[in-house]
């Protein structure tokens, strides 16, 4: 199976339901595999060839779903690009991708034909009009969507593509460094697609909510999983105002919600009693661990919904999951391993850990991906030799710890781990701590130099809009419980902390 056939199957199974909400558009599985269908054939007429790159870099809309599953349908591979991303960084990207073409809303034609300057291996910009006169576009190398529409035949193209060639390169931004592309087959997207469908129990009947942009993995997975269950997307620009997603869940019957920590910490300091959320089956949270405090909030707040916390990285999309049974006797963990799927634990002599012993994860199965785009040095790193030849197994560098029944507790990135008073410190647990007291929303513990401790432990604190909270309060709570060399020394209260593009706190920009 490759990945353009979630879309054509159900086009094929339920060609007049409903298959995408966006922008007040009701878009039909039909309607969209027509269209994706005549983009394919004008990037074929344009010389488009198998295993070519193709960047999109366009907000979450109908033109970017439809975009996404023509470049597939070219026998192309996609790379969706956040919108917000500048020039010179979307230049990089196209360049190390070496990417034959891009996708990109007409308002940034200016920008477009630099970039056909600037990038020695793009030559195809095709322009998203949004209805407006596509005689408006003119330029070298590009072309407009809106005459594939209405100029190419949708008939299915043929598809020379097989489930090893790559379907998705994903940028990923690093700790350190400029972005690397997570290489993902067909077979690779597949194979993670159907495994979090099943321990989901997904069906057609869900009616599934991604306020993510399509960028982040997870995001772009909540569109490509919905489409292989042939179940119904509702399509938001973003989270960024948290009444208005609750609002469209009431209004479209949403009954799968996946979010981030950031997303939830927002709706639990709304009054949810005002919505009718009734509807909703199942609650996803991944990019980071949800507290503890969190999870018990979000289960009295849904008490009738299923709360799946997970673990996943976009070098392999998921790797753990916990069962909803499982919260009440291990709120602290993040699973087992995803169906399909090994994970353990290693030291750095390459030794599997005992239960209650902390190293690095690793991870084997066929979500595994083929490694970093044009970077094998990286790729030789993480990606390294399996049991059978050619296998590869993922090391994540994240540290994790499991109990005795081989659930998985994250601990900390090992580039997040504290060095202070010859102590290693893991930030998850002082965060922890903080996340105890119900004002606090949200919380992030760095290492900040210190001439005497090597590094300070430093805590960035969002607390409710009517917190009362000082910092001797917060460094009181500290010392009754942690230890005296995990109090923070420095506190600093916050109106919010800088975030990624994909919602995850950037200690990056706090440092």
Known sequence: MLVNDFLQSSALKSPDKVALICDGQRVTYSQIERQANQVANGLLDLGIQRGERIAIWMQNSVDTVIAIFAVLKAGATFIVINPTVKPDKLAYVLADSEASGLFAPQERDSHVAELINRVDSLRIAVLCANGTNAESIAGPGIASCDEFLSDCPSTCPPCDAIDVDLACLI?????????????????????????????????????????????????????????????????????????????????????????????????LNLDLRKYDLSSLRYLTNTAAALPVEHIQRLRAAFPWARLFSMYGLTECKRTLYLPPEELDRRPGSVGIPIPGTDAWIEDDAGNRLLPGETGELVVRGSHVMQG???????????????????????????????????????????????????????????ESVLYQLPEVVEVAVIGVPDPILGEAIKAVVVCSNHSQLTE????????????????????????????????????????
């Open 372 to 430: 970093y785009w044009n970077d094998p040095e990286m790729t030789s790193r993480r990606y390294r030799p399996g049991r059978y030849p050619a296998e590869r197994l993922l090391y994540t560098g994240d540290l994790f710890r499991t109990d005795e029944h081989g659930f998985f507790y994250f601990v900390a990135r090992k580039d997040d781990m504290i060095k202070s008073r010859g102590e290693k410190i893991a930030p998850k647990e002082i």
């Open 171 to 267: 940028y990923t931004s690093g700790s350190t460094g400029r972005p690397k592309g997570v290489m993902s087959t067909h077979a690779n997207v597949v194979f993670a697609a159907s495994s979090i469908i099943q321990y989901l129990d997904n069906t057609p009947d869900d009616i599934v909510i991604n306020v993510l942009p399509l960028s982040f993995d997870y995001g772009l997975y909540q569109l490509l999983m919905t489409f292989k269950f042939g179940g119904t997307l509702v399509l938001e620009r973003s989270f960024a105002y948290p009444v208005a997603t609750l609002r469209r869940i009431e209004q479209e019957q949403v009954t799968g919600l996946p979010g981030v920590p950031t997303l939830f910490a927002m709706l």
């Open 472 to 511: 001797k309060d917060l460094l009181r709570h500290c010392t009754q419980h942690l230890e005296d060399f995990m109090v923070p020394k420095h506190l600093e209260f916050r109106d919010s902390l800088p975030r990624t593009a994909s919602g995850k706190i950037d200690k990056i920009a706090l440092r």
